[in-house]
């Protein structure tokens, strides 16, 4: 199985900035692809932005203001966030795309962390 964490949620007023991190362990063989969801109040959950090699994607609300950036020495992956804002606010939650094996990748989540934009 493959566990990730995630950590830098927390309180910031518009226009600041937050850094999440989001650490992979367990059994793992090989990640393809980490990305970042989020689920606003009452909204349904969405891709913030997603790293899969060299290649990045973003949702178009956030684009140029989050960084997606990944650390396959580590297993790790990070959001940096700029330039907040109230409808920021949501759970975020880290995914990964990952084998325990040669074969077959899976799907997993983290628990999710607290961001709110708020002054």
């Known amino acids: 199985q493959v566990q990730l964490v995630e950590s830098g949620g927390g309180l910031v007023q518009p226009g600041g900035s937050l850094r999440l991190s989001c650490a992979a362990s367990g059994t793992i063989f090989s990640i393809n692809t980490m990305a970042w969801y989020r689920q606003g109040p009452g909204k349904q959950r969405e891709l913030v932005a997603r790293v899969t090699g060299g290649s990045t994607n973003y949702a178009d609300s956030v684009k140029g203001r989050f960084t997606i950036s990944r650390d396959n020495a580590k297993n790790t992956v990070y959001l940096q966030m700029n330039s907040l804002k109230p409808e920021d606010t949501a759970v975020y939650y880290c995914?990964?795309?990952?084998?325990?094996?040669?074969?077959?990748?899976?799907?997993?989540w983290g628990q999710g962390t607290q961001v709110t934009v708020s002054s």
């Open positions: 995914n990964a795309v990952a084998a325990t094996r040669p074969g077959p990748f899976s799907g997993y």
